[in-house]
């Protein structure tokens, strides 16, 4: 079992909706859990990061970090086009190297 | 704004040949770490620097070999390539102060083994 699952997709949802993304773990001494976004022939790029549990708001993106169900969740409301992408969960133990989910990609239907 | 930059961006090579790729991090980052991305696969792991010193090892196969100089650019140096390690490398730097403050990604660099 990976230490990080995440359903690839693709997940297609008309413009305007909410976009519910999430990632399971199996390794409880992850601490820090970050969303990145990749576009295509790109670099992933951080959108949110948390530390423990709890939940995290910027803009239109909210994560949520629920430890004792190991379960985290983006949540991306008034979803555009331009929020086409690959979106890879991510963790780390001790501040130091990540692992990475499979990415889910995204499509946002005009 | 400055960002990690890669280089070169693709990268074709025959099997048993030598490549060596580089990154130059974010001015005043001291950590760069590198990953390696399958087609559909999740960035793995490779190997991480913190001010020139090897700070962790992931999943780097014994023919493949990384440095960071004292200017921090760091290069991953891969040997007797074979198919399989055509795949897009990445690599990231931050602070030193870790993950939570947020890795920068470059751009990678596509190597393709045939």
């Known amino acids: 079992q990976k230490e990080v699952e995440q359903d690839p997709g693709p997940l297609s949802v008309p413009e305007g909706a909410i976009v519910s993304l999430n990632c399971t773990y199996s390794?409880?001494?992850?601490?820090?859990f970050m969303w990145y976004r990749q576009y295509s022939r790109k670099g992933p790029e951080l959108l949110m990061y948390?530390?423990?549990?709890g939940n995290k708001e910027d803009g239109r993106f909210t994560a949520q970090v629920d430890k004792s169900s190991k379960y985290i969740s983006l949540f991306i409301r008034d979803s555009q086009p331009s929020d086409s992408a690959t979106y890879l969960c991510?963790?780390?133990?001790?501040?130091?190297?990540?692992?990475f989910g499979k990415g889910t990609r995204l499509h946002i239907l005009p | 704004a400055a960002g990690v930059i890669q280089s070169p961006r693709h990268l074709i090579k025959e099997k048993r040949e030598t490549a060596t790729l580089k990154c130059y991090p974010i001015?005043?980052?001291?950590?760069v770490y590198w990953y390696q991305q399958g087609p559909g696969q999740d960035p793995q792991f490779l190997i991480s620097?913190?001010?020139?010193?090897?700070?962790d090892k992931g999943s780097i196969p014994d023919r493949f070999s990384a440095q960071q100089f004292s200017d921090y650019h760091s290069e991953l140096n891969m040997s007797s390539l074979e198919l399989g390690d055509s795949a897009l490398y990445f690599c990231?730097?931050?602070?030193?102060?870790?993950?939570?403050?947020?890795?920068?990604f470059g751009s990678g660099t596509r190597l393709t083994v045939v």
């Open positions: 948390t530390y423990s549990s």
């Open positions: 991510a963790m780390s133990e001790e501040d130091d190297k990540i692992i």
């Open positions: 390794n409880s001494a992850f601490q820090y």
């Open positions: 990231a730097s931050s602070t030193g102060q870790g993950v939570f403050y947020g890795y920068t």
């Open positions: 620097f913190y001010e020139k010193m090897q700070s």
């Open positions: 001015p005043r980052h001291d950590t």
